[in-house]
């Protein structure tokens, strides 16, 4: 049987909404008028979407950075050792020989330390990687930047700005170049119809491939 929390709401007419929530928590809103047999209908149809939904949530909470010596932290698809030193000799995180130190001293703001450097290794490679496409194909955004976003990892508004998460830095550059190439696709066409979708297989054949990857490896873009 699934456990869930009902909600009932006289605003509603006729629809009834499922989601799960940041904690794991599965939520059904519902008309006040709806039956019981109805709402178990619609979490029997809907199953085997919670149980994925479910074993995502899982594995993020699986995935949980601790921020202790030895564990990995991704960078441009690799992985790297944290290590935490005496006599660090510069404020925040180095980057060398196959290991992200920082100091001992600093042992306690790791995240915020790993949060900062991300953030600015993304603004520069996506900038860099965005004017080399942008000089490509000629759609030219109106700015850029970049967001703490936790699953959108690039969005194009109407007046053409462009946003990326710095958790793509995490990602394989042929991953990075996809959202941005997607992004600035977009540029052109406003919707994800076929034009669309032609333009971007126009860049990168195997889009599509690219986008799977970024499906299933999103719970190792975090830090939560």
């Excluded at 690799?78 to 290991?99: A, P, Q, S, W």
Aim: glycine share 6%; with cysteine.
């Amino acid at each position: 049987m699934i456990e869930y929390k009902l909600i009932r709401s006289d605003k509603r007419k006729k629809t009834i909404s499922l989601i799960i929530n940041r904690k794991g928590e599965i939520i059904v809103r519902a008309p006040i008028k709806t039956s019981m047999d109805e709402i178990e209908d619609l979490l029997k149809a809907k199953k085997r979407w919670i149980e994925k939904r479910l074993s995502i949530k899982q594995t993020f909470t699986n995935n949980k950075k601790e921020f202790v010596t030895g564990e990995n932290f991704l960078y441009l698809g690799k992985e790297y050792t944290l290590e935490f030193v005496d006599n660090h000799n510069k404020k925040g995180i180095t980057l060398k020989n196959g290991r992200f130190l920082i100091s001992k001293e600093d042992k306690e703001n790791a995240k915020r330390l790993f949060i900062e450097w991300y953030k600015k290794a993304a603004r520069e490679l996506i900038l860099d990687r965005l004017n080399f496409y942008k000089r490509q194909l000629g759609f030219i955004p109106s700015g850029m930047k970049i967001t703490g976003a936790l699953s959108r990892y690039g969005s194009c508004s109407g007046k053409n700005n462009l946003s990326f998460s710095w958790r793509l830095i995490m990602a394989p550059l042929n991953i990075i170049d996809y959202v941005i190439i997607h992004e600035i696709c977009h540029i052109k066409e406003k919707n994800h119809g076929p034009h669309f979708w032609g333009l971007v297989e126009s860049i990168i054949p195997d889009y599509k491939q690219r986008r799977k990857w970024l499906k299933n490896h999103r719970h190792t873009l975090s830090l939560e």
